[in-house]
Protein backbone atom coordinates (compact mmCIF):
# COMPACT_ATOMS: atom_id res chain seq x y z
CA UNK A 1 0.00 0.00 0.00
CA UNK A 2 2.91 2.35 0.54
CA UNK A 3 4.76 4.08 -1.57
CA UNK A 4 6.22 7.54 -2.53
CA UNK A 5 3.96 8.41 -4.84
CA UNK A 6 0.95 7.08 -2.76
CA UNK A 7 -1.41 8.56 -0.67
CA UNK A 8 -2.13 5.18 1.26
CA UNK A 9 -0.33 3.94 4.32
CA UNK A 10 -1.29 1.13 7.05
CA UNK A 11 -2.31 1.42 10.65
CA UNK A 12 0.86 -0.36 11.58
CA UNK A 13 -1.04 -2.68 14.42
CA UNK A 14 -2.88 0.21 15.58
CA UNK A 15 -6.72 -0.90 15.85
CA UNK A 16 -9.66 1.93 15.24
CA UNK A 17 -12.62 2.53 17.32
CA UNK A 18 -14.83 5.16 18.76
CA UNK A 19 -15.76 6.83 22.13
CA UNK A 20 -18.65 8.22 23.42
CA UNK A 21 -19.75 9.95 27.12
CA UNK A 22 -22.43 8.88 29.24
CA UNK A 23 -23.75 12.33 30.10
CA UNK A 24 -23.49 13.60 26.26
CA UNK A 25 -25.37 10.96 24.18
CA UNK A 26 -27.60 8.78 27.20
CA UNK A 27 -30.55 11.39 27.31
CA UNK A 28 -32.76 10.45 30.60
CA UNK A 29 -33.15 12.86 33.86
CA UNK A 30 -30.25 11.65 35.89
CA UNK A 31 -29.56 13.93 39.16
CA UNK A 32 -25.86 14.93 37.74
CA UNK A 33 -24.51 18.19 38.16
CA UNK A 34 -24.53 18.85 34.36
CA UNK A 35 -28.42 18.69 34.14
CA UNK A 36 -28.82 21.22 37.00
CA UNK A 37 -26.22 22.86 35.42
CA UNK A 38 -27.88 22.76 32.07
CA UNK A 39 -31.05 24.25 34.00
CA UNK A 40 -29.80 27.92 34.61
CA UNK A 41 -30.53 29.91 31.82
CA UNK A 42 -26.93 31.33 30.01
CA UNK A 43 -24.65 28.07 31.30
CA UNK A 44 -25.21 25.79 28.30
CA UNK A 45 -24.67 28.48 24.49
CA UNK A 46 -28.03 27.23 23.04
CA UNK A 47 -30.33 26.85 26.15
CA UNK A 48 -29.89 22.89 25.52
CA UNK A 49 -29.57 20.21 27.95
CA UNK A 50 -28.56 16.59 28.23
CA UNK A 51 -31.68 14.94 28.95
CA UNK A 52 -32.37 14.93 25.41
CA UNK A 53 -28.72 13.89 23.77
CA UNK A 54 -28.91 10.86 21.77
CA UNK A 55 -31.58 8.74 23.39
CA UNK A 56 -29.00 6.22 23.42
CA UNK A 57 -30.04 4.86 27.44
CA UNK A 58 -33.23 3.51 25.05
CA UNK A 59 -31.34 2.89 21.92
CA UNK A 60 -28.30 0.92 22.96
CA UNK A 61 -29.11 -2.36 20.49
CA UNK A 62 -29.38 0.35 17.49
CA UNK A 63 -26.31 1.83 18.07
CA UNK A 64 -24.45 -1.27 18.66
CA UNK A 65 -26.04 -2.46 15.24
CA UNK A 66 -24.75 0.66 13.43
CA UNK A 67 -21.06 -0.08 14.94
CA UNK A 68 -21.54 -3.81 13.97
CA UNK A 69 -22.37 -2.31 10.65
CA UNK A 70 -19.46 0.22 10.08
CA UNK A 71 -17.22 -2.63 11.16
CA UNK A 72 -16.16 -1.02 14.25
CA UNK A 73 -14.14 -3.66 17.26
CA UNK A 74 -13.50 -0.81 20.02
CA UNK A 75 -15.39 1.01 21.58
CA UNK A 76 -14.83 3.47 24.35
CA UNK A 77 -18.32 4.37 26.52
CA UNK A 78 -18.99 5.86 29.82
CA UNK A 79 -20.83 4.98 33.16
CA UNK A 80 -23.37 7.53 34.54
CA UNK A 81 -22.42 7.35 38.28
CA UNK A 82 -25.72 9.14 38.97
CA UNK A 83 -27.83 6.26 37.65
CA UNK A 84 -25.68 3.73 39.41
CA UNK A 85 -25.31 5.25 42.73
CA UNK A 86 -28.42 8.03 43.12
CA UNK A 87 -28.27 8.36 47.01
CA UNK A 88 -24.96 8.23 48.73
CA UNK A 89 -23.79 4.14 49.58
CA UNK A 90 -27.17 3.21 47.53
CA UNK A 91 -26.35 0.93 44.37
CA UNK A 92 -29.11 0.62 41.35
CA UNK A 93 -29.41 -2.51 40.61
CA UNK A 94 -31.59 -1.39 37.38
CA UNK A 95 -29.49 0.41 36.48
CA UNK A 96 -26.06 -1.30 37.16
CA UNK A 97 -27.88 -4.18 35.84
CA UNK A 98 -28.44 -2.12 32.29
CA UNK A 99 -25.13 -1.49 31.67
CA UNK A 100 -24.50 -5.45 32.33
CA UNK A 101 -26.27 -5.83 29.68
CA UNK A 102 -25.10 -3.24 26.76
CA UNK A 103 -21.02 -4.99 27.30
CA UNK A 104 -23.34 -8.30 26.99
CA UNK A 105 -24.17 -6.96 23.97
CA UNK A 106 -21.27 -5.24 22.79
CA UNK A 107 -19.03 -8.29 23.26
CA UNK A 108 -21.60 -10.40 21.40
CA UNK A 109 -20.91 -8.36 18.40
CA UNK A 110 -17.83 -8.51 18.44
CA UNK A 111 -16.93 -4.89 20.06
CA UNK A 112 -14.35 -4.63 22.67
CA UNK A 113 -15.46 -2.35 25.75
CA UNK A 114 -13.42 0.51 27.19
CA UNK A 115 -15.02 1.22 29.82
CA UNK A 116 -14.60 5.06 31.69
CA UNK A 117 -15.75 5.48 35.68
CA UNK A 118 -15.62 9.35 35.39
CA UNK A 119 -16.27 12.11 32.64
CA UNK A 120 -17.06 14.92 33.89
CA UNK A 121 -20.21 14.03 35.40
CA UNK A 122 -21.21 13.87 38.98
CA UNK A 123 -24.19 12.69 41.06
CA UNK A 124 -25.96 15.77 42.19
CA UNK A 125 -25.16 14.93 46.18
CA UNK A 126 -21.88 14.24 45.31
CA UNK A 127 -21.59 17.68 44.04
CA UNK A 128 -23.32 19.22 46.55
CA UNK A 129 -20.74 17.51 49.35
CA UNK A 130 -17.93 19.42 46.99
CA UNK A 131 -17.03 17.49 44.81
CA UNK A 132 -13.47 15.98 44.15
CA UNK A 133 -12.33 19.74 46.00
CA UNK A 134 -13.49 18.20 49.00
CA UNK A 135 -10.52 15.60 50.06
CA UNK A 136 -13.50 13.17 51.62
CA UNK A 137 -14.44 12.47 47.80
CA UNK A 138 -11.32 10.18 46.89
CA UNK A 139 -12.91 7.84 49.76
CA UNK A 140 -16.47 8.15 47.93
CA UNK A 141 -14.93 7.64 44.38
CA UNK A 142 -13.33 4.64 45.22
CA UNK A 143 -16.65 2.93 47.17
CA UNK A 144 -17.72 3.69 44.08
CA UNK A 145 -15.67 2.30 41.72
CA UNK A 146 -15.59 -0.84 43.98
CA UNK A 147 -18.61 -1.33 43.36
CA UNK A 148 -18.80 -0.99 39.55
CA UNK A 149 -15.42 -3.10 38.90
CA UNK A 150 -16.96 -5.86 40.81
CA UNK A 151 -20.31 -6.48 38.83
CA UNK A 152 -18.70 -5.49 35.57
CA UNK A 153 -14.85 -6.82 35.66
CA UNK A 154 -15.98 -9.71 33.57
CA UNK A 155 -16.65 -8.35 30.57
CA UNK A 156 -14.62 -5.12 30.64
CA UNK A 157 -10.75 -5.52 30.68
CA UNK A 158 -10.21 -2.15 29.87
CA UNK A 159 -10.65 1.05 31.84
CA UNK A 160 -10.51 4.54 31.61
CA UNK A 161 -10.49 5.52 35.68
CA UNK A 162 -10.63 9.29 34.85
CA UNK A 163 -11.01 11.23 31.95
CA UNK A 164 -9.23 14.94 31.32
CA UNK A 165 -9.03 15.78 34.99
CA UNK A 166 -6.65 18.49 33.90
CA UNK A 167 -9.75 19.53 31.70
CA UNK A 168 -12.05 18.88 35.00
CA UNK A 169 -10.43 21.15 37.29
CA UNK A 170 -9.72 24.19 34.59
CA UNK A 171 -13.09 24.91 33.12
CA UNK A 172 -14.73 24.07 36.85
CA UNK A 173 -13.11 25.24 39.13
CA UNK A 174 -10.13 28.10 37.39
CA UNK A 175 -12.41 29.35 34.62
CA UNK A 176 -15.93 28.88 35.75
CA UNK A 177 -17.06 27.60 32.44
CA UNK A 178 -18.26 24.31 33.90
CA UNK A 179 -20.19 23.08 37.28
CA UNK A 180 -19.43 24.37 39.32
CA UNK A 181 -18.47 27.25 38.11
CA UNK A 182 -16.00 28.86 40.39
CA UNK A 183 -12.97 30.47 39.35
CA UNK A 184 -9.93 29.89 41.83
CA UNK A 185 -6.49 28.68 40.75
CA UNK A 186 -6.20 27.71 44.21
CA UNK A 187 -9.10 25.61 44.18
CA UNK A 188 -8.25 24.62 40.35
CA UNK A 189 -4.84 23.02 41.93
CA UNK A 190 -6.69 21.21 44.94
CA UNK A 191 -8.89 19.51 42.04
CA UNK A 192 -5.78 18.33 40.43
CA UNK A 193 -4.27 16.94 43.66
CA UNK A 194 -7.58 15.16 44.36
CA UNK A 195 -8.16 13.41 41.44
CA UNK A 196 -4.66 12.01 40.69
CA UNK A 197 -4.79 10.36 44.14
CA UNK A 198 -8.14 9.08 43.27
CA UNK A 199 -6.87 7.42 39.36
CA UNK A 200 -4.00 5.94 42.07
CA UNK A 201 -6.65 4.57 44.67
CA UNK A 202 -8.60 3.47 41.37
CA UNK A 203 -5.62 1.80 39.30
CA UNK A 204 -5.03 -0.38 43.02
CA UNK A 205 -9.20 -1.18 43.49
CA UNK A 206 -9.09 -2.26 39.93
CA UNK A 207 -6.35 -4.54 40.09
CA UNK A 208 -7.38 -5.80 43.66
CA UNK A 209 -10.71 -7.74 41.80
CA UNK A 210 -9.17 -7.89 38.42
CA UNK A 211 -5.37 -8.38 38.08
CA UNK A 212 -4.95 -8.87 34.20
CA UNK A 213 -7.21 -5.65 33.48
CA UNK A 214 -5.58 -2.37 32.09
CA UNK A 215 -5.98 1.09 33.69
CA UNK A 216 -4.95 4.46 32.51
CA UNK A 217 -5.85 7.77 32.29
CA UNK A 218 -7.40 10.04 29.31
CA UNK A 219 -5.32 12.58 29.11
CA UNK A 220 -5.85 15.76 27.54
CA UNK A 221 -2.66 16.85 25.81
CA UNK A 222 -2.08 19.71 23.49
CA UNK A 223 1.38 21.36 21.81
CA UNK A 224 1.77 24.97 23.62
CA UNK A 225 3.87 26.97 21.46
CA UNK A 226 5.10 30.60 22.09
CA UNK A 227 3.08 33.39 20.39
CA UNK A 228 6.36 35.09 19.76
CA UNK A 229 8.88 32.28 19.44
CA UNK A 230 11.69 34.74 20.03
CA UNK A 231 9.80 36.84 23.10
CA UNK A 232 11.81 35.48 26.27
CA UNK A 233 8.15 36.12 28.15
CA UNK A 234 5.99 34.22 25.60
CA UNK A 235 8.52 31.10 25.45
CA UNK A 236 8.44 31.18 29.64
CA UNK A 237 4.37 31.29 29.60
CA UNK A 238 4.56 28.80 27.13
CA UNK A 239 6.35 26.17 29.45
CA UNK A 240 4.33 27.18 32.68
CA UNK A 241 0.97 26.56 31.20
CA UNK A 242 2.16 23.77 29.61
CA UNK A 243 3.58 22.09 33.33
CA UNK A 244 0.60 23.40 34.90
CA UNK A 245 -2.01 22.38 32.43
CA UNK A 246 -1.16 19.06 31.95
CA UNK A 247 2.77 17.67 32.81
CA UNK A 248 2.80 18.38 36.94
CA UNK A 249 -0.76 16.13 36.90
CA UNK A 250 0.22 13.66 34.38
CA UNK A 251 3.51 12.72 35.99
CA UNK A 252 1.64 12.60 39.66
CA UNK A 253 -0.99 10.43 38.14
CA UNK A 254 1.43 8.15 35.97
CA UNK A 255 4.35 7.65 38.67
CA UNK A 256 3.19 8.61 42.08
CA UNK A 257 5.29 11.66 41.98
CA UNK A 258 3.98 15.18 43.09
CA UNK A 259 5.98 18.18 42.26
CA UNK A 260 4.76 21.55 43.22
CA UNK A 261 2.19 22.96 42.94
CA UNK A 262 0.88 19.54 43.61
CA UNK A 263 1.84 18.30 47.20
CA UNK A 264 3.02 15.12 47.79
CA UNK A 265 0.33 12.61 49.71
CA UNK A 266 1.31 10.40 52.72
CA UNK A 267 1.06 6.38 51.74
CA UNK A 268 1.71 7.39 48.01
CA UNK A 269 4.92 5.78 46.69
CA UNK A 270 6.81 6.39 43.54
CA UNK A 271 5.38 3.73 41.01
CA UNK A 272 3.99 2.96 37.58
CA UNK A 273 0.00 3.90 37.88
CA UNK A 274 -0.63 2.93 33.94
CA UNK A 275 -0.95 0.20 31.91
CA UNK A 276 -1.73 2.42 28.88
CA UNK A 277 -1.20 6.22 28.51
CA UNK A 278 -4.62 7.65 27.04
CA UNK A 279 -4.27 10.69 24.91
CA UNK A 280 -6.91 12.96 24.30
CA UNK A 281 -5.69 15.48 21.19
CA UNK A 282 -7.88 18.04 19.38
CA UNK A 283 -5.35 21.04 19.31
CA UNK A 284 -2.10 23.41 19.83
CA UNK A 285 -2.28 26.55 22.02
CA UNK A 286 -0.50 29.45 21.02
CA UNK A 287 0.67 31.21 24.28
CA UNK A 288 1.59 34.91 24.75
CA UNK A 289 -0.39 34.92 28.35
CA UNK A 290 -2.31 32.43 30.71
CA UNK A 291 -4.63 31.69 28.48
CA UNK A 292 -5.04 30.10 25.26
CA UNK A 293 -4.65 31.77 21.95
CA UNK A 294 -5.38 30.90 18.49
CA UNK A 295 -3.41 32.91 15.52
CA UNK A 296 -4.68 34.14 12.83
CA UNK A 297 -3.95 32.45 9.30
CA UNK A 298 -4.32 28.71 10.91
CA UNK A 299 -6.80 26.32 9.94
CA UNK A 300 -9.50 25.65 12.45
CA UNK A 301 -12.77 23.70 12.88
CA UNK A 302 -16.68 24.67 12.88
CA UNK A 303 -15.82 25.75 16.90
CA UNK A 304 -12.48 28.18 15.87
CA UNK A 305 -10.15 25.32 17.38
CA UNK A 306 -7.17 25.09 15.39
CA UNK A 307 -6.19 22.28 13.27
CA UNK A 308 -2.66 20.84 14.31
CA UNK A 309 -2.32 17.04 12.95
CA UNK A 310 1.60 16.62 13.46
CA UNK A 311 0.71 17.48 17.22
CA UNK A 312 -0.80 14.60 17.81
CA UNK A 313 2.54 12.84 16.62
CA UNK A 314 4.10 15.39 18.90
CA UNK A 315 2.49 14.58 22.19
CA UNK A 316 2.18 10.67 21.51
CA UNK A 317 6.34 10.80 21.18
CA UNK A 318 6.64 12.74 24.24
CA UNK A 319 4.47 10.51 26.62
CA UNK A 320 6.31 7.41 25.07
CA UNK A 321 9.60 8.94 25.96
CA UNK A 322 8.19 9.91 29.54
CA UNK A 323 5.86 7.02 30.23
CA UNK A 324 7.08 4.17 28.16
CA UNK A 325 4.19 1.86 27.32
CA UNK A 326 1.03 1.13 24.71
CA UNK A 327 -0.06 4.41 23.42
CA UNK A 328 -4.23 4.48 23.29
CA UNK A 329 -5.52 7.35 21.64
CA UNK A 330 -8.50 7.60 23.86
CA UNK A 331 -10.39 11.02 21.86
CA UNK A 332 -9.52 13.14 18.56
CA UNK A 333 -12.16 14.45 16.48
CA UNK A 334 -13.31 17.30 14.96
CA UNK A 335 -16.36 19.78 14.94
CA UNK A 336 -17.89 19.64 11.04
CA UNK A 337 -21.20 20.05 10.76
CA UNK A 338 -21.28 20.04 7.15
CA UNK A 339 -18.61 16.96 7.38
CA UNK A 340 -16.71 19.04 4.63
CA UNK A 341 -13.18 18.62 5.84
CA UNK A 342 -13.66 15.62 9.01
CA UNK A 343 -12.33 12.86 6.02
CA UNK A 344 -9.35 14.69 5.75
CA UNK A 345 -8.84 15.38 9.61
CA UNK A 346 -9.40 11.59 9.84
CA UNK A 347 -6.71 10.93 7.12
CA UNK A 348 -4.27 13.13 8.36
CA UNK A 349 -4.60 12.38 12.31
CA UNK A 350 -4.27 8.71 11.88
CA UNK A 351 -1.30 8.75 10.02
CA UNK A 352 0.36 11.13 12.23
CA UNK A 353 -0.56 8.92 15.01
CA UNK A 354 0.79 5.74 13.42
CA UNK A 355 3.44 6.95 12.06
CA UNK A 356 4.84 8.62 15.24
CA UNK A 357 7.05 6.36 16.19
CA UNK A 358 5.14 5.59 19.09
CA UNK A 359 3.22 2.70 20.05
CA UNK A 360 -0.06 3.64 19.26
CA UNK A 361 -1.97 0.70 19.92
CA UNK A 362 -5.83 2.12 19.57
CA UNK A 363 -7.25 4.77 17.99
CA UNK A 364 -11.08 6.09 19.10
CA UNK A 365 -12.29 8.78 16.79
CA UNK A 366 -14.73 11.73 18.80
CA UNK A 367 -17.34 11.00 18.67
CA UNK A 368 -19.42 7.69 17.12
CA UNK A 369 -22.27 10.22 16.78
CA UNK A 370 -23.28 13.86 17.15
CA UNK A 371 -23.49 14.82 20.91
CA UNK A 372 -24.78 17.20 23.68
CA UNK A 373 -21.33 19.00 24.01
CA UNK A 374 -20.95 20.36 27.09
CA UNK A 375 -21.58 23.96 27.45
CA UNK A 376 -21.58 24.60 23.73
CA UNK A 377 -24.81 22.61 23.90
CA UNK A 378 -26.03 20.61 20.43
CA UNK A 379 -24.72 22.89 18.42
CA UNK A 380 -21.19 21.56 17.44
CA UNK A 381 -21.26 18.52 15.16
CA UNK A 382 -18.43 15.67 16.15
CA UNK A 383 -19.72 12.59 15.05
CA UNK A 384 -19.21 10.26 12.12
CA UNK A 385 -22.38 9.80 12.74
CA UNK A 386 -24.81 12.94 11.61
CA UNK A 387 -27.53 12.58 14.64
CA UNK A 388 -31.42 14.62 13.85
CA UNK A 389 -32.10 15.81 17.41
CA UNK A 390 -35.92 15.67 16.93
CA UNK A 391 -36.30 12.53 15.21
CA UNK A 392 -32.89 10.89 16.47
CA UNK A 393 -32.45 9.19 13.29
CA UNK A 394 -29.07 8.62 13.01
CA UNK A 395 -27.37 8.99 9.28
CA UNK A 396 -23.97 7.99 8.50
CA UNK A 397 -21.35 10.63 7.55
CA UNK A 398 -19.11 10.48 4.18
CA UNK A 399 -16.55 10.62 6.78
CA UNK A 400 -18.12 7.72 8.58
CA UNK A 401 -18.08 5.38 5.62
CA UNK A 402 -14.13 6.28 5.38
CA UNK A 403 -13.60 5.33 8.64
CA UNK A 404 -14.88 2.00 8.33
CA UNK A 405 -13.14 1.62 5.04
CA UNK A 406 -9.38 2.34 6.61
CA UNK A 407 -10.81 -0.20 9.67
CA UNK A 408 -12.00 -2.81 6.91
CA UNK A 409 -8.51 -2.75 5.11
CA UNK A 410 -6.15 -2.08 7.75
CA UNK A 411 -5.41 1.44 6.47
CA UNK A 412 -6.13 3.90 3.81
CA UNK A 413 -5.91 2.98 0.27
CA UNK A 414 -4.82 4.63 -2.62
CA UNK A 415 -8.67 4.07 -3.91
CA UNK A 416 -10.04 5.57 -0.58
CA UNK A 417 -8.28 8.56 -0.28
CA UNK A 418 -9.14 9.30 -4.13
CA UNK A 419 -12.57 8.61 -2.82
CA UNK A 420 -13.67 10.60 0.40
CA UNK A 421 -9.87 12.58 1.08
CA UNK A 422 -9.07 14.10 -2.55
CA UNK A 423 -9.83 17.93 -3.24
CA UNK A 424 -11.10 18.27 0.48
CA UNK A 425 -9.12 21.68 2.65
CA UNK A 426 -9.74 22.93 5.83
CA UNK A 427 -11.05 26.28 6.49
CA UNK A 428 -9.70 29.71 7.40
Not at 187 to 216: K, T
Not at 411 to 421: K, L
Request: overall charge neutral; charged content about 20%.
Amino acid sequence: MQGDDTHAFLLNGCELGVATAATQIEGGDADTNWHRWAATAGHIADGSTPARAADHWNRVQQDIDLMRELGIKHYRMGLEWARIEPQPGQIDDAALEHYVDELTRLRDAGITPLVTLHHFSNPWWFEQLGGFYCRPAIKVFLWYVRQVVARLHPLVSDWVTINEPNVYAMTGFIDGSFPPGHRSMREGMRVMQHLAQAHIGAYQVIHEISPDARVGVANHLRVFRPANPRNPLHQAVSRLDQYLFQDALTRAMSTGVFLPPLRQPKGIRRGRYYDFQGINYYSRSTVSGLADGTPSGVDRNDLGWEIYPQGLAIVARRVNRQYPGPIFITENGTADAADAFRPLFLYDHIKAAVQSGAPVQRYYHWCFTDNWEWADGEGPRFGIVALDYETQQRTVRQSGRFFADIAANGGVTDQAYGRWVAGREYPR
